[in-house]
């Protein structure tokens, strides 16, 4: 069964409206599969564009973002924050976005590979490496040693030191952050993982599906769709990463899937239903939004398959 049987309208040609640059090139690598290579001009138009532009004109070239001796200051709107934002944006590499990166390997890794805000509190840690690696993997730093090491300590905590996942914050296990960790080892290439990645990536994908998510009341805010995320998280991230890791055919995440389609409207869109961390007032709350519609699309499609725009990769 096709994706397209699943969706009210196929939302795919709104996507690619040059309105938003961000989706349209999130859109054309991702469901139309066009190389890297052949997006030179729409990732021009990212770069351009006011939004984002406006992140990069107010970069500080010492602190960018936040502060000098501490990229994590100012949360979502700080240093580690915007980069993370850029991220999800697909916002290609950027002279300022590389220095910026080198700062958070410099001033954001513990000595044992972690991310973590806190070197005092640093049991609180594991959203905040899945970010980071996912950040830097964009970027072009997953060959840095330096991130290597923060992949490997996170792999070891997942397979042998399961103590280490617990967050004080959440009070036990995290359900956000086994799915921001599971998102930064799925940001590497497939063909760059080694075993230890792809069983770790198996082993958190494992503990999503066996979790009890209570819908209608502690996790009813999953339901509620954000973007930009910062280290929450909601339904349609959690399917996404599942969807990457390949459990397609699982009846939880099937579930989850049934729950997506659930809160699509009438043309084939997702709304913006929580307000994001960082507002960034190009997608209006309660309002489609072109990127949650994006994800969304791509869920079902590596879920249910019939994928025929990844055949018109000029588009």
Not at 55 to 60: E, G, N
Not at 68 to 84: H, Q, S
Not at 221 to 228: G, Q, T, V, Y
Request: proline share 6%.
């Amino acid at each position: 069964m096709s994706w397209l049987n699943h969706i009210q309208r196929d939302p795919v040609p709104w996507l690619l409206d040059p309105e938003n640059p961000s989706a349209r090139v999130l859109t054309l690598r991702h469901i139309f599969n066009r190389p890297e290579e052949s997006l030179d001009a729409e990732y021009r138009a990212v770069l351009a564009w006011k939004p984002v532009q406006s992140f990069l004109r107010y970069a500080d070239p010492v602190s960018f973002w936040g502060r000098a001796e501490n990229p994590f200051f100012g949360a979502a709107a700080g240093t580690f924050g915007i980069l993370y934002t850029l991220t999800q944006l697909g916002v290609p590499p950027h002279d300022i976005i590389l220095d910026a990166c080198e700062h958070l390997i410099a001033r954001g890794r513990l000595a044992d590979g972690r991310f973590a805000p806190d070197a005092v509190q640093p049991e609180i840690w594991l959203c905040y490496t899945g970010i980071a690696l996912q950040l830097l993997n964009h970027f072009g730093f997953g060959d840095d040693p330096r991130v290597q090491s923060a992949r490997f300590t996170l792999t070891q905590a997942i397979l042998r030191q399961p103590q280490q996942l617990i967050c004080p914050i959440a009070g036990g296990e995290c359900a956000a952050g086994y799915v921001k960790a599971l998102a930064g080892l799925e940001s590497l290439p497939i063909t760059e993982r080694t075993s230890e990645d792809t069983q770790a990536i198996e082993q958190l994908a494992s503990k999503l599906l066996r979790w009890p998510f209570n819908w209608e009341r502690r996790d009813a805010d999953w339901l509620r769709l954000r973007f930009i995320r910062y280290y929450e998280t909601d339904l349609l991230e959690l399917a996404h990463m599942l969807a990457h890791a390949g459990h397609t055919e699982h009846p939880r995440l099937r579930e989850f899937t049934a729950r997506l389609v659930a809160l699509q409207d009438d043309e084939g869109r997702w709304h913006k239903t929580r307000a994001a961390a960082l507002e960034m007032q190009t997608e209006r709350i309660f309002q489609p939004s072109r990127w949650l519609t994006f994800e969304a699309v791509h869920t079902l499609m590596l879920t249910y398959g019939g994928n025929a725009y990844a055949s018109r990769g000029t588009t």
